[in-house]
């Protein structure tokens, strides 16, 4: 089965704690990224990747950090520096051209206390 | 900046029935794609159908359907016959086109939703 996988689908951490996200994808698609959603919100943009070892930030990158090793893999890491931490996160991936359909992972609902 | 709009924050339809929602943005781009994501209770975020810009003809994936207006920057969706499993948040989303490297998408801006209720 192709897809993305993001685990786990629940955490839970206590304020000041980084915390990282697992995203993987064997969709075999160059870019991949994240976001986040909060109630009410639409999906805000955090990182994206076009291709390995490079990241660029998107709207609201603070507090965040991402690594791009392998190209199935975008893990994100929520630090202590980010404000408000709980919310619910997405990964996506998408090949790079003009289309680009952006497919989703089933996402990770992070809840910080 | 680009922005997307979603100004109706939920609709309600009875079954069967035919139901618009509706989305304006606003891009400098002259080459993109617009799309409509639904969002159901488990969250998982899934492609209901996409609009290439340069082309006139409406996007019709099944019951679903679009009204592309590009010089109003509108870009509604219709869904015919409405069923039970299409209850869920629907997204409007419009790419940030790299025009720098290849085309492709630094990211989809999204719209705040549209809470869609079947009443059976």
């Known amino acids: 089965d192709g897809g993305i996988t993001q685990s786990p689908k629940y955490l839970f951490r206590k304020e000041g704690q980084n915390v990282t996200l697992s995203c993987e994808q064997n969709?075999?698609?160059?870019?991949m990224y994240w976001y986040r959603q909060d109630p009410g919100q639409g999906l805000r943009l955090i990182y994206y990747?076009?291709?390995?070892?490079?990241?660029q930030k998107g709207d609201i990158a603070e507090g965040y950090s991402v690594s791009r090793e392998k190209k199935e893999s975008f893990p994100l890491t929520v630090t202590s520096a980010q404000k408000n931490p709980t919310a619910f996160y997405l990964c996506?991936?998408?090949?790079?051209?003009?289309?680009?359909?952006?497919?989703f992972g089933p996402g990770t609902r992070l809840t910080v206390t | 900046a680009q922005t997307v709009t979603q100004s109706q924050p939920e609709m309600s339809v009875q079954e069967a029935e035919t139901v618009t929602l509706s989305c304006t943005y606003d891009?400098?781009?002259?080459?993109?794609?617009l799309f409509w994501y639904k969002q159901p209770p488990s969250r998982q975020m899934i492609l209901v159908i996409r609009?290439?810009?340069?082309?006139?003809q409406n996007a019709t994936e099944n019951r679903f359907s679009v009204n592309f207006q590009k010089a109003a920057k509108s870009f509604s969706l219709k869904i015919s016959d409405s069923q039970l499993g299409d209850a869920a948040m629907y997204f409007c989303?419009?790419?940030?086109?790299?025009?720098?490297?290849?085309?492709?998408?630094?990211?989809?801006?999204f719209g705040k939703g549209t809470h869609l209720i079947i009443q059976p």
């Open positions: 609009q290439e810009a340069y082309k006139q």
């Open positions: 990747s076009q291709i390995v070892n490079d990241f």
């Open positions: 996506a991936s998408s090949i790079w051209d003009r289309e680009s359909v952006q497919y």
């Open positions: 891009t400098s781009e002259s080459d993109y794609y």
């Open positions: 969709l075999n698609h160059d870019a």
């Open positions: 989303a419009s790419p940030w086109v790299n025009m720098y490297s290849g085309g492709g998408a630094d990211g989809l801006t």
